[in-house]
């Protein structure tokens, strides 16, 4: 079986999406594609010669009886209303992260779905899906290095522009450590805090670069995260889990090594795009097959993307607070998602 799928949002990442689907994955095909840019959407469907619609109305997208799943990959404010859609419609759906802007919108489609009776949604934490993490879990899970009791993350980029705000250090560049640690380290978060180092010379003025935020879990284990987003010499994500018995760290990218001109060199990415490339194939070919097969979807859940919008909530609260711990009061995991 193909299933069938429209897109709504045909901007950077909807874009890759269509050509993975198109190109290199199997088992699903574009057949309808929306974007509030009608021009754009067209265009897309001449160059790729995609047998697609183009629908002006997401809302209809989703009715279409041509339409077995929806990929929601338009800008984030606009992405409740597509899901929530989609939901009632019982059609599967991706959801680019966030899968809504406020905790509170993330819940509403939580419990749509469980009205629906069925799992429906998966948001597209697509770190889940990197050998990396999935290597690093299983570690853990085996038990290699016995219980975990701190991690250390970084997340790395060259430079930022001056567009991005401090809270943006939050919800676009932590909040993938969000969403993939707790599921790594099989916990949930209790508390966050956020304290500010000396300041590079090479933020923009109106941005607190870099910062660190301190999670606890529910287990009690610490979390470090150093968010530096000017760190000038590459994207670089690191994870160190420190257990009882070892340490357990997530891979580096596989590189070439050189040894050249009195000097041991291994090459580090400088663009992010690059970096979970793989992990945006899987988590999509993961989507279709799961879809294909009539089982449950695997990745990350609407719990998941209320999870990680309510953590993102208090850890912005706790930036306006520097060095106050701050609770993190999330509701009881329903059954549905255990
Ligand atoms: P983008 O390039 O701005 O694309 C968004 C597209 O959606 C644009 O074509 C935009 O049209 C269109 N759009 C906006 N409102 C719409 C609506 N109501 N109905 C239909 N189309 C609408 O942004 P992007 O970088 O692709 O990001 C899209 C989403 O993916 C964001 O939520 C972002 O956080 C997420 N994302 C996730 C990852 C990841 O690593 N998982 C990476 C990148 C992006 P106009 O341009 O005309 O407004």
Redesign the pocket.
Known sequence: MTVKIGV????????EHIKRITNTLSGGKIVAV????EN?AKKIIADLHLDAKFYAD?HELIRSADVDAVLV???????KE?VLEAVKQKKYVFC???LATTADDCLEIVEEEMKQKKHLVQV???RRFDEGYVALKKTIDEGQIGAPLILHAAHRNPAVDEKYTTDMAIN?TMI?EIDVLHWLLDDEYISAQVIYPRKTGNASSHLADPQIVLVETKKGIRIDVEIFVNCKYGYDIKCEVVGEDGIAYLPEPATVQTRQKAALNRPILMD?KQR?IKA?DYEIQAFINNINKGQKLDGPTSWDGYAAALTADVCVQAQQNPGKILPIKMKDRPDFYK
Not at 8 to 15: K, S, T, V
Not at 34 to 37: K, W
Not at 73 to 79: E, M, V
């Open positions: 709504i949002g045909c901007g950077a990442i909807g874009l929306n974007d509030i840019n754009n997401g990959t338009c800008w984030g404010p606009a992405h597509f680019e992260k966030p597209g934490f697509m676009d993938h992010w979970f945006y």
